[in-house]
C-alpha cells in the first residue's frame, strides 16, 4: 500500500512560485514512477510532469515547460514540484500519482494506481 500526501499549493500571484511536495509511505519509493497531474474546475485531470524511478529522465506537458521542475528526494521519499512563473491558467487542484509497477514513465492517469488528495494552486491575475 502506498499513500501519498501533499504540501505546498496555496494563492500566489501571477509571475510567483510555489513548492509542492509529495511524501510517500511504502518501503519501495526508489521503484516508484512519480508524476504530478492537476485539475481545474469544470476540466479533465491532465499531466503536469512525471519523473523516473531514479529520476534520470523527466517528462512535462508542453505548457509548463521552462516553468516547472520536478525532482525527487528518494531518501525522503519525497517528490517535488517547483513552479514558477505561475499563470492564472495554473491554477488547479494539484495531484501526485505513484506508479510502483512500471519503469516506463507514463502520461496518462490510468497509469498510477495511487493517489493524493491533492493541493489546491490559486495563481491571480
Known amino acids: 500500500q502506498v499513500q501519498l500526501v501533499e504540501s505546498g499549493g496555496g494563492l500566489v500571484q501571477a509571475g510567483g512560485s510555489l513548492r509542492l511536495s509529495c511524501a510517500a509511505s511504502?518501503?519501495?519509493?526508489?521503484?516508484?514512477?512519480m508524476g504530478w497531474f492537476r485539475q481545474a474546475p469544470g476540466k479533465e485531470r491532465e499531466f503536469v510532469s512525471a519523473?523516473?524511478?531514479?529520476?534520470?529522465?523527466?517528462y512535462y506537458r508542453d505548457s509548463v515547460k521552462g516553468r516547472f521542475t520536478i525532482s525527487r528526494d528518494n531518501a525522503k521519499k519525497t517528490v517535488y514540484l517547483q513552479m514558477n512563473s505561475l499563470k492564472p491558467e495554473d491554477t488547479a487542484v494539484y495531484y501526485c500519482?505513484?506508479?510502483?509497477?512500471?519503469?516506463?514513465?507514463?502520461?496518462?492517469?490510468?497509469?498510477?494506481?495511487?493517489w493524493g488528495q491533492g493541493t489546491q494552486v490559486t495563481v491571480s491575475s
Open positions: 511504502g518501503r519501495t519509493f526508489s521503484n516508484y514512477v
Open positions: 519523473i523516473s524511478w531514479i529520476g534520470s529522465s523527466t
Open positions: 500519482a505513484a506508479d510502483p509497477t512500471s519503469k516506463v514513465v507514463s502520461v496518462t492517469p490510468e497509469r498510477y494506481g495511487y
